[in-house]
């Protein structure tokens, strides 16, 4: 992540898939200095931000709420998300780096795919 600020965190990541974005643009990808990467802005609405731990044995999730997203600032990657969180997180609370934005409210999803692969859950805020 990029940032996490009481119930605000902002996400980048290089591309994104387009059934995620109201349109999608290409762009040059900086850091490896190849010509094309894919970015726009996500879908207004309620996601589901949700992590694996490091070693694989934690699912963390939280539900957010859309705030704005595409190419915000210079310097990051180029597709760039900032949500609102249900809750207040703290940064120690966020177990990884590495996030997956889902659309929608998969939180029953996520803990019986956890209760399968015997993952400990953790909800943000909690």
Known sequence: FNSLEGRRLTLSHCT????LTRYATLLPHFETGN?????????????TVTAL????STLWYVR?????????SGGKCRTQAVFE????????????N?????????????????????????KGGA
């Open 16 to 19: 994104v898939a387009t059934r």
């Open 64 to 72: 957010a709420r859309h705030l704005a997203s595409g190419t915000i």
């Open 85 to 96: 969180l249900e809750a207040e997180v703290e940064e120690d609370e966020v177990i990884s």
């Open 98 to 122: 590495h996030h997956v934005v889902i659309p929608g409210d998969v939180t029953e999803g996520l803990k019986v795919v956890a209760r399968y692969l015997g993952l400990r859950v953790v």
């Open 53 to 56: 731990s490091p070693d694989y």
């Open 35 to 47: 010509p094309y990467a894919v970015a726009g802005p996500l879908r207004d609405g309620v996601y």
